[in-house]
């Protein structure tokens, strides 16, 4: 009967520790999926201390809910550099908003004609920057320059480079509304971010598209079709640019042609400070989010220390440059070395710095 009884406690006992070790292997994955975690929460603690009004709930929302659009962009814009050969979309900011403006001329139907009008609209732009990578072989970074500068024109000249008032009855929703007490816009952001996580590391959409990023040739020789692939993040990207385009009218209350202007900037930043390669290939959107959460969360502490919004951008890019310099992996490569080959760069940034500072003074 002891022995039973020993026998039993001994399994209880096994099967603890068989479970923690399972939930601590889970949460280091769950880390090691953008290793600028640690940088978030450093960021965090400092800002806490600098800022009495930086950690509140309040805050973290305000941040978060304004920082849905760039996340938006941001996700689909870290699906088309992972399907590499210089993968990239200039357009996203331009397609919002000309996707915004194009949903503002439908308002008098309701949020039922505007949403559907602006996704289209992404789409379109979508489809059109994946068909001229694919099909006419030209360059991302051109295609995707050309319809920028098409979208913009669009919205421009549909608005007359004034903002349009909207007023369509539900577009407040998404700006204002609550689901479960969260704010419309995390829930929309974090639905997004969970799905396309989900897709890109449970399906073979995903799998195929890591294939593609990282050996191009290798994954057509496998019977993947690449032209399809890409042409598809790109639509994805624009139908993301879309919906971004409708929270910002919505923020706003405007269709604005220049609401999203160098938002395209911005996605790109958030996806290599979250740890994917602009090969392609390599990287998650969760390390995208944290990317997204850190640059808004700098930017929010800035301005609450009054830091004026030129010296918010140097020093944004400055973390950018050095942040990333010291947490990018590279193969075969230590980190200790990455420093020291960054040190040169740091010093003349240093440099750069003193000398605007003597100026200003």
């Known amino acids: 009967m002891t022995q039973t009884i020993t026998q039993t406690s001994s399994a209880s006992e096994g099967a603890a520790a068989t479970a923690r070790m399972q939930t601590t292997s889970r949460l280091r994955r769950v880390i090691a999926l953008s290793g600028m975690v640690p ?7 400092v800002g806490s201390v600098l800022s009495p009004a930086f950690l509140t709930a309040t805050n973290f929302s305000n941040v978060l809910r304004l920082g849905a659009v760039i996340g938006l962009l941001a996700v689909g814009q870290t699906i088309v550099v992972l399907s590499g050969r210089g993968g990239i979309d200039l357009s996203v900011a331009h397609v919002a908003s000309a996707s915004a403006v194009v949903g503002s ?11 559907p009008a602006a996704l289209a609209t992404g789409l379109f732009f979508g489809v ?15 295609v995707t320059l050309a319809t920028m500068t098409i979208a913009q024109g669009v919205a421009f000249e549909l608005t007359n480079a004034s903002p349009l008032p909207v007023s369509a009855p539900g577009l407040s929703w998404f700006s204002t509304g609550l689901i479960l007490g969260i704010p419309v816009p995390i829930v929309i952001l974090a639905a997004v971010v969970i799905l396309g996580q989900l897709v890109l590391s449970g399906t073979t959409f995903g799998r195929s598209l890591y294939a593609v990023g990282g050996n191009e040739e290798a994954a057509y020789g496998a019977g993947i079709d690449t032209r399809k692939y890409r042409i598809g993040v790109y639509a994805i990207s624009g139908v993301l640019a879309s919906l971004a385009g409708v929270l910002g009218m919505a923020q706003l209350n405007t269709a604005d042609p220049n609401f999203a202007n160098g938002y395209e900037l911005s996605s790109i930043a958030a996806v290599v400070v979250g740890g994917t390669l602009l090969a392609g290939g390599r990287g998650n ?3 995208t989010l944290v990317g997204v959460v850190i640059m808004a969360l700098v930017s929010n502490l800035l301005n609450l220390l009054n830091v004026n919004q030129w010296t918010n951008l140097m020093v944004t890019g400055l973390i950018i440059v050095i942040v990333v310099s010291l947490n990018r992996p590279a193969e075969g490569q230590p980190r200790r070395e990455r420093i020291l080959k960054s040190l040169p760069l740091f010093g003349l940034l240093l440099l750069g710095a003193i000398a605007l500072y003597g100026i200003l003074k």
């Open 39 to 45: 940088a978030l929460i450093v960021l965090i603690v």
């Open 105 to 115: 001329l439908y308002q008098a139907w309701g949020l039922p004609a505007v949403l």
């Open 128 to 142: 059109v920057n994946g068909i001229g990578v694919t099909f006419s072989n030209l360059q991302p970074f051109i």
């Open 285 to 287: 959107i969760w390390g």
